[in-house]
């Protein structure tokens, strides 16, 4: 896979330019796709984990690359404009999978955990590090029970969701060769075989107390 792609830096401006054409607009429609199935509501934390290396062909933390991070953030930024969902990228595994988020929404979320430590691309991720440079007053956390997720290039968000996670199949399975998955969240379902999880339900007679 590798050579498809090993080419791209040193290719012709036209081929680069049609392998990222579209690219921000990829992440900002499987975005809107996924905060209409979940009825994101304003205020709400979506996590966003990706590899760069991945988009690019080669294997996940390899070849990260800034170009990509710069795309996908443009998308996401657009996707976040219309809808009001706060996002959140994740950092690698060497910096325990860490969230980058922008202050603002740590103020609606305090019992959040900031840590101290500032992404770079080889510790955090370029993502995570572009993120980071690119939010207005970005902090870091160290973990988040989002409401929904989107995954490029299988960086594992489930420790992120809050419990449960519904998948949801985008329109776009692929952003370049990483491919996308996501899921929103919905509150646990409790009460056994005698509980109603509709108002409009029909009731039936009896009583528990």
């Keep these: 896979m590798a050579e498809k792609l090993e080419s791209l830096e040193s290719s012709s401006p036209e081929a680069a330019a049609e392998f990222y054409a579209g690219m921000s607009g990829t992440v900002e429609a499987v975005l809107l796709e996924l905060a209409q199935a979940g009825s994101l509501r304003r205020g709400q934390l979506v996590v966003i984990g990706t590899s760069t290396s991945e988009v690019l062909g080669y294997r996940i933390g390899t070849q990260g690359t800034e170009r990509v ?3 996908i ?4 930024c657009l996707a976040r404009d219309k809808t009001g969902f706060y996002p959140v990228f994740q950092c690698c595994e060497h910096l325990n999978r860490a969230l980058v988020m922008e202050r603002e929404a ?8 900031p840590v101290s430590v500032v ?3 080889k510790a955090g991720g370029s ?3 572009y993120a980071y440079r690119n939010f207005k007053e970005p ?3 160290e973990s988040v029970r989002a409401h929904a997720g989107l995954d490029i290039g299988g960086t594992l968000i489930g420790m992120h969701l809050r419990p449960v996670a519904v998948p949801v199949r985008p329109a776009v399975r692929m ?5 996308l998955q ?7 379902l409790i009460g056994g075989e005698r509980a109603v999880y509709s108002v409009s339900a029909r009731q039936e007679d009896g009583n528990c107390d």
């Design 69 to 71: 991070a710069r795309e």
């Design 119 to 121: 992404p770079v691309p």
């Design 175 to 179: 952003l370049g060769h990483a491919h």
């Design 73 to 76: 953030f443009e998308g996401v």
């Design 182 to 188: 996501m899921a929103y969240t919905r509150p646990k």
């Design 139 to 141: 902090v870091v956390v």
């Design 127 to 129: 993502m995570a590090a």
């Design 106 to 113: 740590l103020d609606l979320y305090p019992l959040l955990e």
